[in-house]
Structure formats: C-alpha cells, structure tokens
C-alpha cells in the first residue's frame, strides 16, 4: 500500500485503519467462501455414498431361480422354481448363445434372464453342510455309551467291514433314524461316525428344504445322494426328518403336495440304495410321533435309536466334558449340579458351563466358583437359554 508522503500522521494512521478493516472484509468473505465449498463438498461426498449405497443394491438386488425350459425362435420358456410359473420371456443375444434348455438361469422381477448359474451357486450348494473331517469324537459326547455302541454297529461296521456283511451274508441296517428331545447330541453322534470312518459328512436340514428351497426338495434330495456317492464314504445325515416325513394331512395345499413329493424322492432313493456302496444315512428328530410310518419300514430307516436327555452319570460327564478347559475353583462341584440338573439336555448343560464362565467374567474373575453355576442354572431354568421346548413322544 503507498501512503502519500505529504499525509499528516493522523490521515497515515486513517488510511491503515481503513486498510486494515478491507483485509478484515476480505478475509471474512474468503472464510465464507472456503465454508460454503467445504459445505459443498460434503454434500456431495454424502451424494457419492449414497450413489454408490444404490449402484451396490441395484447390483445385488434379488434375483429368482428358474429353469430355462424351451428356447424358441420368440424368445425363451422359463419356469420359476416354487410357484412354478411359466412365462415366454427375451434373453440378450450374450447369453442367449450360450443358453441350453435345462439349464438352471436368474430372473429379475420382469422375467428377464440376468444369467445362467452354473452349478457351484445353485441351492445344492447351499443346501446341503459338507464336512470333509468333522471335529468331533466319541469321547467328546456324553452320557450316550449305548447310543454309541448301537450307532457304531449299525453305521461304523458296514463302512469299515463291508466284507463281512457280505461273508455272512446279511443286509446291514439301511438307515438310522436318532430320535430324541432337542440338543442331546444327535449331531454329534452322526459327526463322530463320520469322523471315525473317515467318511464325509453330508448335512441336510429337512426344514430347511421345506421352507427355503420350496420347489428344489426333490431335486435337492436327489442331489444329495448323488454327491454322497461322489465323496463315498460319505455319511449322509439329515436333520429334522419330520419336516419332509411328516404324518400324511387331510388338507391337500400345494406346500403338502411338494413336501410328499420330496419324501418320495427320498424313499426312492433309500429303496435303490443297496448298490450305491460306502455311503451310510442317518436322520434325526425331535418329533418321532409326527412321523409318516413309511419310512420306518425295512429297508429304510429300520435302525431306531433313542437319544433321550442324560441320567444323572451322563450329565456329569457332559459337565466334565465342557468344563474342561475352564479355569474351575476348587469348590465346584460337578457331581452336585449333576444332580441339581435333571431335565436338561446336553446342549443346555453346555451353555449352562459357558454361562457360569461368563458370571465369574463379569465379576473381573479368572477362576469359575460353584455359585458361577448356581446362577447360570438359575439363569437357564429361567429363560430357557437354548430355545429348547418339551416335546412329546410317541
Ligand atoms: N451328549 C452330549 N455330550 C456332550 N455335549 C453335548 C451332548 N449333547 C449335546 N451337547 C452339546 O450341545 C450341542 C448341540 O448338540 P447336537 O446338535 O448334537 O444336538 P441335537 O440332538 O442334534 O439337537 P437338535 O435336535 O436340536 O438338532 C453340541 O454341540 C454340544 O455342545
């Protein structure tokens, strides 16, 4: 700034003021300036994120399962798995040269085909638990040595002697039906069998078939033991049974008709199954009275093995069991909450021990005290921790 030199030290002092005060305005609307862009930009970073919060549903947004079933000169036939619908639909020239009638394809909400799956994404996948080695042993179950015994006789002994069946010349049992209250162990069972032959694990949930894979279930089971047969020796288990092989209903909904259609498959496959070598079935239920008796003739699961909640000997080697690596104070005393236990199954008995170790955390504890699992049984008589219910039997 040039100051006139003939200007008297007041002006001088004026003129800087006045200066003074043009830099201060400046700078404010500078400030403002700077604010409003930084307003700006974070405006538009939300705009970003939320762009890309719609780019990434937009991409992953639901699509149905179908079945491509005609490719005609108008366009392609497909079939919605589970309402069965079938609608004439136009497929982009990409995927329509790679298409082949059968093949399992993804529709969007408009019918149109988004693209083929191949078989790893289809619901076999995701339907069924495959465990190459699963990580339980017999000595990790509890209370269950007849169950064992009767599980390795008819499930372990075929695998492992297969020539001697044949020597003496008797069918082994063709499948195990494990029936029981929830949480006794009946997993564990059928994973211990599979462990100790070396066999792998084929899990699947009959519920899961019913409610998830509504339309698949036939399909799924006849997948099932085609991949049994694939990884022989293989266990095949499926879980809750009673969902696909339940007592026959009056009521005649297409939902039955599909459940009674999955349970065919699965008797059909069991009734052909002397020939298909190292591969073993087990099922379970909790719900033995609900069952169609169909599948408990010869030749299917005609090996019945109860699994009831522990006596009092089982569940305290339960408790031993999982306490074992628990840090325990010299007064607990697992043969008196043995006692205090009746009615509880193995699973409750474990998160009755998780439990108790949670108690001594919360009291910034390393070592668990006998009223850690006075209160963690209170707590579980209480709330019903494991979601278990009574369930009557037949
Ligand atoms: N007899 C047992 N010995 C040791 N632990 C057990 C026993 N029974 C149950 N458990 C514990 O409970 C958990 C659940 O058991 P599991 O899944 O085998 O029960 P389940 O009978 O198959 O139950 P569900 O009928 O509900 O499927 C196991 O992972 C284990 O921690």
Redesign the pocket.
């Known amino acids: 700034m040039d100051l006139d030199p003939d200007m008297t030290p007041e002006e001088r002092l004026e003129a800087l003021r006045d200066h003074f005060e043009d830099i201060v305005r400046v700078n404010e609307q500078l400030t403002d300036q700077l604010n409003s862009a930084r307003d700006r930009r974070e405006d538009l970073t939300d705009e970003v994120d939320q762009l890309e919060r719609e780019n990434e549903t937009l991409k992953t947004s639901s699509l149905y399962i179908a079945t491509a079933e005609e490719l005609t000169d108008d366009g392609v036939v497909v079939k919605q798995h589970g309402n069965n619908q079938e609608v004439l639909t136009e497929v982009s020239p990409s995927i329509r040269d790679s298409l082949e009638a059968g093949d399992r394809v993804a529709i969007n909400d408009s019918f149109s085909v988004k693209e083929i799956l191949d078989p790893e994404t289809d619901a076999r996948a995701q339907a069924m638990q495959v465990d190459g080695s699963p990580d339980v042993s017999y000595d990790?179950?509890?209370?269950?040595e007849a169950q064992i015994r009767e599980v390795r006789e008819a499930v372990e002994e075929p695998l492992v002697n297969a020539q001697q069946f044949r020597d003496v010349g008797i069918e082994p049992p063709s499948g195990v039906l494990l029936h029981g209250p929830?949480?006794?162990?009946?997993?564990?069972l059928a994973k211990a069998v599979a462990n100790e032959t070396d066999a792998t694990f084929i899990k699947m949930a009959g519920s899961e078939l019913v409610r998830k894979f509504i339309g698949e279930g036939a399909r799924l089971v006849r997948d099932l033991f085609e991949l049994a047969s694939e990884r022989q020796p293989a266990i095949i288990f499926i879980?809750e049974i009673d969902a696909i092989a339940a007592k026959r209903t009056e009521s005649k909904t297409s939902g039955d008709a599909e459940v009674q259609r999955t349970m065919m498959q699965l008797l059909s496959e069991m009734d052909g199954f002397d020939d298909r070598g190292e591969i073993r079935i087990i099922a379970?239920t909790?719900r033995f009275d609900m069952l169609d008796r169909a599948i408990l003739r010869p030749g299917r699961f005609d090996r019945l093995i109860e699994?009831p909640n522990?006596d009092v000997a089982g569940r305290e080697r339960?408790l031993d069991?999982?306490t074992e690596d628990m840090n325990l104070s010299e007064d607990v005393d697992l043969r008196a909450m043995a006692r205090q236990t009746d009615g509880l199954?193995?699973?409750e008995l474990?998160s009755m021990a998780t439990e108790a170790g949670m108690f001594a955390i919360r009291d910034e504890r390393t070592t668990v005290e006998q009223r850690d699992f006075r209160d963690a049984l209170e707590k579980i008589d209480q709330g019903g921790e494991t979601g278990s219910q009574p369930v009557a039997f037949a």
């Open positions: 990790d179950i509890g209370g269950l929830p949480g006794t162990g009946k997993t564990m879980d379970a909790n699994v522990p339960i069991i999982h199954s193995g699973a474990a």
